[in-house]
């Protein structure tokens, strides 16, 4: 089941975009002013009421393999993997050229200083206009925040605190400032070098989750789930 923008239903009622780019991706954010919230495999098997609702109040885009086949066999033949570590960079790099300007929130304070200050080495002349830690700790700390989004009405938003935590917060701030919003999860960490990703031949052949697996073995009862998943997809039941 699809609207006119290739949104598939899945039968658990989550609801997820095929979007064929990157830029498809950021041309359909900017034009609704919308959060970005990655759907893997996981995300569809596990959803609850929580979850799925947050998913499909936002755009809900395809960040792991999985999603994407089972987009496909919904016929969405031309949906991409979009994952959410290198999305943020591709808005960042589009946007910042067209001076627009960024807000980030999440992650310890030391990472997040140096993600401003490497954004700001990558980018010349990018235009930040606040960022913060993750720890918030208060609804006084929550409220300044946003407040000074309302006030300094940046153009993207990115926060990096998790699901759905990240998602909440951002709705919260959606409701004072429209704004392209990405939750990030671990990006910033990744981004500044304090987790290591997966080599480019593994990401590109689709087999990050393997690499994950051996490096930390303790998460095979994760993968057993994405094989569950991938046989419910080919198996129609997705």
């Not at 997820?16 to 900017?30: G, K, L, P, Q, T």
Request: net charge positive; with cysteine; hydrophobic share 40%.
């Amino acid at each position: 089941m699809q609207d006119k923008k290739n949104r598939v239903t899945f039968k658990n009622g989550v609801k997820c975009y095929a979007f064929n780019s990157f830029d498809d991706v950021i041309e359909y954010a900017s034009e609704k002013k919308g959060i970005l919230v990655a759907i893997n495999a996981e995300k569809i098997l596990h959803a609850t009421d929580q979850t799925r609702d947050i998913i499909n109040r936002n755009i809900g885009y395809s960040d792991g393999i999985g999603a994407v086949m089972a987009l496909k066999k919904h016929d969405c033949k031309d949906a991409m993997k979009i994952p959410g570590c290198e999305l943020w960079l591709k808005i960042v790099e589009r946007l910042y050229k067209e001076e627009k300007s960024f807000y980030l929130v999440g992650s310890k304070q030391e990472v997040i200083n140096e993600t401003v200050e490497k954004l700001r080495e990558d980018f010349k002349g990018i235009r930040i206009v606040g960022y913060r830690n993750g720890y918030i700790k208060t609804d006084e700390e929550k409220k300044d925040l946003i407040e000074d989004v309302a006030i300094k009405k940046p153009d993207v938003v990115f926060v990096a605190m998790g699901s759905p935590k990240q998602e909440l917060l951002m709705e919260e701030i959606q409701e004072r400032h429209a704004a392209i919003y990405q939750g990030l999860g671990g990006s910033f960490d990744v981004y500044t070098g304090h987790v290591e990703r997966a080599p480019k031949w593994w990401v590109d052949h689709n087999l990050e989750f393997a690499y994950r697996l051996i490096k930390q073995p303790s998460r095979i009862k994760r993968q057993i789930h994405l094989v569950r998943f991938l046989m419910m997809v080919k198996m129609g039941m997705i």
